[in-house]
Protein backbone atom coordinates (compact mmCIF):
# COMPACT_ATOMS: atom_id res chain seq x y z
CA UNK A 1 0.00 0.00 0.00
CA UNK A 2 1.16 3.39 -0.35
CA UNK A 3 1.23 5.90 1.91
CA UNK A 4 2.32 8.42 0.28
CA UNK A 5 -1.00 9.10 -1.20
CA UNK A 6 -3.39 12.11 -0.21
CA UNK A 7 -6.66 9.85 -1.07
CA UNK A 8 -9.06 10.17 2.37
CA UNK A 9 -9.77 7.14 4.17
CA UNK A 10 -13.02 5.81 2.86
CA UNK A 11 -15.74 5.67 6.18
CA UNK A 12 -14.82 2.13 7.65
CA UNK A 13 -10.73 2.45 7.41
CA UNK A 14 -11.93 6.56 8.86
CA UNK A 15 -13.73 4.70 11.82
CA UNK A 16 -11.42 2.51 12.98
CA UNK A 17 -8.27 4.87 12.84
CA UNK A 18 -10.17 7.37 14.82
CA UNK A 19 -10.82 4.27 17.30
CA UNK A 20 -6.77 3.87 17.59
CA UNK A 21 -6.26 7.05 18.49
CA UNK A 22 -8.80 7.30 21.53
CA UNK A 23 -8.13 4.04 22.88
CA UNK A 24 -4.79 6.18 25.07
CA UNK A 25 -2.30 4.39 23.05
CA UNK A 26 -3.83 0.92 23.76
CA UNK A 27 -2.92 -0.16 20.05
CA UNK A 28 0.05 1.45 19.75
CA UNK A 29 3.27 -0.68 19.27
CA UNK A 30 6.43 0.19 21.93
CA UNK A 31 7.98 2.76 18.93
CA UNK A 32 4.92 4.73 19.17
CA UNK A 33 3.33 4.04 15.61
CA UNK A 34 -0.04 2.80 15.49
CA UNK A 35 -1.04 -0.60 14.21
CA UNK A 36 -3.17 -0.24 11.39
CA UNK A 37 -3.91 -4.32 10.75
CA UNK A 38 -7.76 -3.18 11.15
CA UNK A 39 -7.36 -0.60 7.58
CA UNK A 40 -9.13 -2.19 4.92
CA UNK A 41 -6.34 -2.12 2.85
CA UNK A 42 -7.67 0.58 -0.34
CA UNK A 43 -7.15 3.54 1.59
CA UNK A 44 -3.79 3.38 4.29
CA UNK A 45 -3.67 6.69 6.13
CA UNK A 46 -1.11 9.22 4.52
CA UNK A 47 2.10 10.07 6.41
CA UNK A 48 0.70 13.17 7.71
CA UNK A 49 -2.26 11.41 9.34
CA UNK A 50 0.08 8.98 11.03
CA UNK A 51 2.19 11.94 11.89
CA UNK A 52 -1.28 13.28 13.80
CA UNK A 53 -1.50 9.97 15.10
CA UNK A 54 1.58 9.78 16.75
CA UNK A 55 1.80 13.13 18.19
CA UNK A 56 -1.43 12.59 19.60
CA UNK A 57 -0.69 9.60 21.63
CA UNK A 58 3.19 10.47 22.24
CA UNK A 59 1.02 13.87 24.10
CA UNK A 60 -1.44 11.52 26.10
CA UNK A 61 1.52 9.21 27.02
CA UNK A 62 3.52 11.77 28.56
CA UNK A 63 1.36 13.99 30.16
CA UNK A 64 -0.09 13.23 33.40
CA UNK A 65 -3.57 12.33 33.67
CA UNK A 66 -4.72 15.09 34.76
CA UNK A 67 -3.79 17.10 32.08
CA UNK A 68 -4.36 14.97 29.10
CA UNK A 69 -4.69 16.70 25.46
CA UNK A 70 -7.23 14.53 23.73
CA UNK A 71 -6.26 14.25 20.19
CA UNK A 72 -7.97 16.04 17.25
CA UNK A 73 -9.67 13.69 14.86
CA UNK A 74 -9.47 15.92 11.22
CA UNK A 75 -12.48 15.08 9.88
CA UNK A 76 -12.00 14.09 5.91
CA UNK A 77 -14.87 14.83 3.75
CA UNK A 78 -17.33 17.77 3.70
CA UNK A 79 -20.44 15.72 5.13
CA UNK A 80 -18.46 14.71 8.37
CA UNK A 81 -17.61 18.50 8.75
CA UNK A 82 -21.30 19.23 8.01
CA UNK A 83 -22.83 16.93 10.24
CA UNK A 84 -20.08 17.54 13.11
CA UNK A 85 -20.76 21.47 13.19
CA UNK A 86 -24.57 20.51 13.92
CA UNK A 87 -23.97 18.10 16.43
CA UNK A 88 -21.79 20.60 18.07
CA UNK A 89 -24.02 23.85 17.40
CA UNK A 90 -27.05 21.50 18.65
CA UNK A 91 -25.13 21.02 22.14
CA UNK A 92 -23.81 24.20 22.43
CA UNK A 93 -27.57 25.65 22.48
CA UNK A 94 -28.64 23.00 24.62
CA UNK A 95 -26.16 23.63 27.10
CA UNK A 96 -26.97 27.71 27.38
CA UNK A 97 -30.40 26.65 27.30
CA UNK A 98 -29.82 24.38 30.76
CA UNK A 99 -27.85 27.82 32.54
CA UNK A 100 -30.56 29.76 31.52
CA UNK A 101 -33.63 27.55 33.31
CA UNK A 102 -31.67 27.31 35.93
CA UNK A 103 -33.67 29.50 38.79
CA UNK A 104 -31.31 32.62 40.07
CA UNK A 105 -31.75 31.80 43.65
CA UNK A 106 -30.22 27.93 42.81
CA UNK A 107 -27.40 28.69 40.91
CA UNK A 108 -23.79 27.23 41.74
CA UNK A 109 -20.94 26.98 39.89
CA UNK A 110 -21.34 23.36 38.79
CA UNK A 111 -24.36 24.51 37.29
CA UNK A 112 -23.37 27.58 35.81
CA UNK A 113 -19.74 28.52 35.62
CA UNK A 114 -18.66 24.77 35.15
CA UNK A 115 -20.76 24.16 32.24
CA UNK A 116 -19.17 27.31 30.75
CA UNK A 117 -16.03 26.25 31.06
CA UNK A 118 -15.66 22.64 29.18
CA UNK A 119 -17.57 21.55 25.76
CA UNK A 120 -19.80 21.97 24.20
CA UNK A 121 -18.42 25.54 24.88
CA UNK A 122 -17.37 27.46 22.05
CA UNK A 123 -14.04 27.88 23.21
CA UNK A 124 -13.07 24.81 24.64
CA UNK A 125 -14.67 22.66 22.44
CA UNK A 126 -11.50 20.84 20.86
CA UNK A 127 -13.50 19.68 17.68
CA UNK A 128 -14.24 23.19 16.85
CA UNK A 129 -11.36 22.85 14.58
CA UNK A 130 -11.65 19.81 13.21
CA UNK A 131 -14.29 21.32 11.68
CA UNK A 132 -13.47 24.69 10.22
CA UNK A 133 -9.30 24.48 10.84
CA UNK A 134 -9.11 23.09 7.04
CA UNK A 135 -10.75 26.33 5.49
CA UNK A 136 -7.06 27.65 5.67
CA UNK A 137 -4.93 24.06 3.93
CA UNK A 138 -6.93 21.81 2.61
CA UNK A 139 -6.24 21.10 -0.92
CA UNK A 140 -9.28 19.84 -1.74
CA UNK A 141 -11.43 22.67 -2.76
CA UNK A 142 -15.08 21.01 -1.42
CA UNK A 143 -13.23 20.06 1.77
CA UNK A 144 -12.38 23.86 2.55
CA UNK A 145 -15.77 25.36 1.51
CA UNK A 146 -17.20 23.13 4.50
CA UNK A 147 -14.53 24.56 6.75
CA UNK A 148 -15.56 27.77 5.91
CA UNK A 149 -19.03 27.41 6.10
CA UNK A 150 -18.50 25.60 9.73
CA UNK A 151 -16.50 28.85 10.86
CA UNK A 152 -19.15 31.17 9.77
CA UNK A 153 -21.96 29.18 11.46
CA UNK A 154 -19.63 29.04 14.66
CA UNK A 155 -18.86 32.37 14.54
CA UNK A 156 -22.58 33.35 14.45
CA UNK A 157 -23.52 30.73 17.22
CA UNK A 158 -20.01 32.43 19.53
CA UNK A 159 -22.14 35.86 18.88
CA UNK A 160 -25.61 34.59 19.95
CA UNK A 161 -24.10 32.92 23.05
CA UNK A 162 -22.48 36.06 24.25
CA UNK A 163 -25.78 37.53 23.62
CA UNK A 164 -27.50 35.63 25.60
CA UNK A 165 -28.89 38.04 28.66
CA UNK A 166 -31.03 34.70 30.30
CA UNK A 167 -27.72 33.28 30.96
CA UNK A 168 -25.36 36.50 31.95
CA UNK A 169 -28.36 36.85 34.55
CA UNK A 170 -27.65 33.35 35.94
CA UNK A 171 -23.33 34.31 35.65
CA UNK A 172 -24.19 37.46 37.71
CA UNK A 173 -26.03 36.29 40.16
CA UNK A 174 -23.40 33.39 40.74
CA UNK A 175 -20.52 36.59 41.25
CA UNK A 176 -23.04 37.43 44.26
CA UNK A 177 -22.91 34.36 45.81
CA UNK A 178 -21.20 33.35 48.96
CA UNK A 179 -19.54 30.30 47.48
CA UNK A 180 -17.86 32.68 44.68
CA UNK A 181 -17.62 35.88 47.18
CA UNK A 182 -15.52 33.89 49.78
CA UNK A 183 -12.84 32.70 48.10
CA UNK A 184 -13.87 29.14 47.80
CA UNK A 185 -12.72 28.64 43.99
CA UNK A 186 -9.41 28.63 42.78
CA UNK A 187 -7.92 31.21 41.24
CA UNK A 188 -8.38 29.87 37.94
CA UNK A 189 -11.85 29.38 38.45
CA UNK A 190 -12.22 32.99 39.54
CA UNK A 191 -10.45 34.44 36.55
CA UNK A 192 -12.59 32.34 34.50
CA UNK A 193 -15.87 33.82 36.28
CA UNK A 194 -14.50 37.84 36.18
CA UNK A 195 -13.92 36.77 32.26
CA UNK A 196 -17.39 35.55 31.91
CA UNK A 197 -18.94 38.93 33.25
CA UNK A 198 -16.55 41.06 30.96
CA UNK A 199 -16.91 38.95 28.04
CA UNK A 200 -20.96 39.55 27.96
CA UNK A 201 -20.70 43.00 29.06
CA UNK A 202 -18.27 43.49 26.20
CA UNK A 203 -21.05 41.88 24.08
CA UNK A 204 -23.20 44.88 24.75
CA UNK A 205 -25.76 43.41 27.30
CA UNK A 206 -25.21 46.77 29.35
CA UNK A 207 -26.49 48.50 26.32
CA UNK A 208 -30.26 49.51 25.48
CA UNK A 209 -32.13 46.50 23.79
CA UNK A 210 -32.24 48.84 20.33
CA UNK A 211 -28.69 49.27 20.65
CA UNK A 212 -28.00 45.27 21.87
CA UNK A 213 -29.66 44.47 18.04
CA UNK A 214 -27.89 46.68 15.89
CA UNK A 215 -24.75 45.09 17.92
CA UNK A 216 -25.80 42.02 17.15
CA UNK A 217 -26.34 42.76 13.67
CA UNK A 218 -22.62 44.01 13.47
CA UNK A 219 -20.91 41.76 15.26
CA UNK A 220 -22.38 39.12 12.62
CA UNK A 221 -21.58 41.23 9.15
CA UNK A 222 -17.97 41.42 10.58
CA UNK A 223 -17.64 37.81 11.18
CA UNK A 224 -19.21 37.46 7.45
CA UNK A 225 -16.51 39.67 6.54
CA UNK A 226 -13.90 37.89 8.41
CA UNK A 227 -14.91 34.79 6.70
CA UNK A 228 -14.71 36.10 3.63
CA UNK A 229 -11.91 37.98 3.56
CA UNK A 230 -9.86 34.32 4.92
CA UNK A 231 -11.89 32.13 2.38
CA UNK A 232 -10.46 34.48 -0.48
CA UNK A 233 -7.09 32.92 1.00
CA UNK A 234 -7.03 29.85 1.75
CA UNK A 235 -8.63 29.41 -2.34
CA UNK A 236 -6.59 31.40 -4.19
CA UNK A 237 -5.42 29.41 -7.01
CA UNK A 238 -3.21 32.38 -8.69
CA UNK A 239 0.01 31.20 -10.28
CA UNK A 240 3.37 33.03 -11.79
CA UNK A 241 5.79 31.30 -13.99
CA UNK A 242 9.36 31.41 -14.33
CA UNK A 243 12.49 30.14 -16.01
CA UNK A 244 14.59 28.26 -13.72
CA UNK A 245 17.32 31.28 -14.38
CA UNK A 246 15.00 33.22 -13.11
CA UNK A 247 14.91 31.76 -9.56
CA UNK A 248 18.27 31.82 -9.41
CA UNK A 249 19.47 31.68 -5.53
CA UNK A 250 16.67 29.17 -4.79
CA UNK A 251 17.78 25.58 -4.20
CA UNK A 252 17.79 22.93 -6.78
CA UNK A 253 14.75 21.05 -5.23
CA UNK A 254 13.13 24.04 -5.10
CA UNK A 255 13.38 24.55 -8.99
CA UNK A 256 13.02 20.85 -9.36
CA UNK A 257 10.14 20.20 -7.81
CA UNK A 258 8.36 23.31 -9.27
CA UNK A 259 9.74 22.39 -12.80
CA UNK A 260 7.36 21.63 -15.43
CA UNK A 261 4.10 20.96 -13.25
CA UNK A 262 2.18 23.33 -15.70
CA UNK A 263 4.25 24.94 -18.30
CA UNK A 264 7.00 23.10 -20.14
CA UNK A 265 10.24 24.50 -18.94
CA UNK A 266 8.79 26.93 -16.22
CA UNK A 267 8.52 27.10 -13.21
CA UNK A 268 5.09 27.29 -11.09
CA UNK A 269 5.09 29.29 -8.28
CA UNK A 270 1.71 29.99 -6.17
CA UNK A 271 1.11 32.52 -3.38
CA UNK A 272 1.17 29.83 -0.72
CA UNK A 273 3.75 30.05 2.03
CA UNK A 274 6.12 27.32 1.07
CA UNK A 275 6.56 29.29 -2.66
CA UNK A 276 6.48 32.90 -1.83
CA UNK A 277 9.08 32.44 1.73
CA UNK A 278 12.24 30.44 -0.36
CA UNK A 279 11.78 33.01 -3.34
CA UNK A 280 11.98 36.07 -0.82
CA UNK A 281 14.70 34.87 1.23
CA UNK A 282 16.82 33.25 -1.42
CA UNK A 283 15.81 34.72 -5.00
CA UNK A 284 18.78 36.79 -6.51
CA UNK A 285 16.50 38.16 -8.82
CA UNK A 286 14.98 41.20 -7.87
CA UNK A 287 12.31 41.58 -10.84
CA UNK A 288 11.31 37.95 -9.61
CA UNK A 289 10.82 38.75 -6.16
CA UNK A 290 8.81 41.89 -7.76
CA UNK A 291 6.62 40.16 -9.31
CA UNK A 292 5.69 37.54 -6.79
CA UNK A 293 5.23 40.53 -4.03
CA UNK A 294 2.94 42.57 -6.58
CA UNK A 295 0.76 39.30 -7.06
CA UNK A 296 0.52 39.01 -3.56
CA UNK A 297 0.27 42.65 -2.39
CA UNK A 298 -0.93 44.30 -5.44
CA UNK A 299 -4.69 45.62 -6.11
CA UNK A 300 -5.86 42.74 -7.64
CA UNK A 301 -4.51 40.55 -5.13
CA UNK A 302 -6.98 37.50 -3.55
CA UNK A 303 -10.40 38.60 -5.32
CA UNK A 304 -11.82 41.87 -3.15
CA UNK A 305 -9.60 41.09 0.01
CA UNK A 306 -8.92 44.97 -0.42
CA UNK A 307 -12.87 45.95 -0.26
CA UNK A 308 -13.16 43.55 2.52
CA UNK A 309 -10.80 45.21 4.98
CA UNK A 310 -12.19 48.65 4.14
CA UNK A 311 -15.98 46.87 5.26
CA UNK A 312 -14.68 45.68 7.80
CA UNK A 313 -12.54 49.01 9.17
CA UNK A 314 -16.04 50.44 9.14
CA UNK A 315 -17.78 47.79 10.93
CA UNK A 316 -15.18 47.70 13.94
CA UNK A 317 -15.21 51.33 14.42
CA UNK A 318 -19.21 51.47 14.38
CA UNK A 319 -18.90 48.51 17.12
CA UNK A 320 -16.20 50.33 19.16
CA UNK A 321 -18.65 53.49 19.54
CA UNK A 322 -21.18 51.94 19.98
CA UNK A 323 -20.00 50.46 23.11
CA UNK A 324 -17.91 53.40 24.61
CA UNK A 325 -14.78 52.86 22.78
CA UNK A 326 -12.83 55.11 21.01
CA UNK A 327 -11.62 52.61 18.54
CA UNK A 328 -11.28 48.99 18.22
CA UNK A 329 -7.65 48.96 18.81
CA UNK A 330 -9.01 50.30 22.52
CA UNK A 331 -11.86 47.66 22.48
CA UNK A 332 -9.60 44.76 22.04
Not at 162 to 174: K, N
Not at 187 to 201: C, K
Request: glycine fraction near 6%; aromatic fraction near 6%; charged fraction near 25%.
Amino acid sequence: MNSTTNKPLCPCCFKAFSASILQDGNSSTNNGSFNFSSICGTCEPTKVERALATKAAATNTSSPASVVVPPILWLLTPQEIEEATQTILTATKLNLDEIASTPLSDVTFENTIAKLMCPPNYKTNPQIAACKFLQHCSPDAQIREAASNAGKLFAKSRVEGRMRSDVYERVVAFSKTEECQQHSLGEYERHFVRASLQDFERAGLALSREDSVELQRLLEEDSKVCSAYGKNLGGDATKLFFAPEELKGCTEDFIKERLGKDVEGKCTISLKYPDIIPIGQTCEVAETRRKVSEAREGVNAYKNNLDLVAEGVQLRKQIATLLGYPSWAEYI
